[in-house]
């Protein structure tokens, strides 16, 4: 059974940064995108970041480039969201998603979704 177990969230002031990480267990990826994405409450699921499994390519959301860098260690399955300069708006949910074999920014690709870490930033 593949399982996604993201960490890392909190409360954090405007201008600061939180790591979150992602652990994968059940089966090895290979070939596929994994993802972060987030949801504020009364909006929709949105893409923050991906990464190709090979960790040759980084994708992201024209609202994070420049604060956010994902990154992973494939030997190990695990994918982190290192986000800095965080603003309130980034205040959400965020996902853990793998699975994608292209459109990396839609999340109907995705086989497989954690449970969640909120993020929490004040202003």
């Known amino acids: 059974q593949v399982q996604l177990v993201e960490s890392g969230g909190g409360l954090v002031q405007a201008g600061g940064s939180l790591r979150l990480s992602c652990a994968a267990s059940g089966r090895t990826f290979s070939r596929v995108y994994m993802s972060w994405f987030r949801q504020a409450p009364g909006k929709e699921r949105e893409f923050v970041a991906a990464?190709?499994?090979?960790?040759?390519?980084?994708y992201y959301a024209d609202s994070v480039k420049g604060r956010f860098t994902i990154s992973g260690d494939m030997a190990k399955n695990m994918v982190y969201l290192q986000m800095n300069s965080l603003k309130p708006e980034d205040t959400a949910v965020y996902y853990c998603s793998a699975g994608a074999r292209s459109n990396y920014g839609y999340a109907a690709g995705y086989n497989y979704w954690g449970q969640g870490t909120q993020v929490t930033v004040s202003s």
């Open positions: 990464i190709w499994w090979s960790g040759s390519s980084t």
